[in-house]
């Protein structure tokens, strides 16, 4: 076997196995549609829901001084014949709901 290429071969593992390290630890994103289900989850332990939506890009959103990448949809309710709307804000590497605030119509 020759030396140089087993040194040549190592050094190319090595590189590569370092290269696949950093890919894998990269933060990555929840997709949009898993961020929806869950939600919509949430949302439904109190009745059903009636429409709900979602931007499918991540935005930048800064809440007390920590800054987010997030998803913002929102979710219709029907309740005693009353509509109700609510806007979220959920963390797009995770998926946690990090706001909620009602619609009103006026």
Known sequence: MNWKSFLL???FGAIGG???KEILNQKT??????????VK??????????????????E???KQQIKYRVYKGGISKNNNGLNEQF????DAQTGTIIDIQPLTSD
Do not use: C
């Not at 994103?29 to 869950?38: F, G, I, M, R």
């Open 60 to 62: 930048p959103y800064e």
């Open 87 to 90: 806007e979220f804000i959920a």
């Open 9 to 11: 071969g190592a050094a």
């Open 29 to 38: 994103t929840v997709s949009p549609e898993k961020v929806l289900a869950h």
């Open 41 to 58: 989850k949430q949302f439904k332990q109190n009745g059903p829901i009636s429409g709900s939506w979602i931007h499918m890009a991540d």
């Open 18 to 20: 370092y290269a696949a």
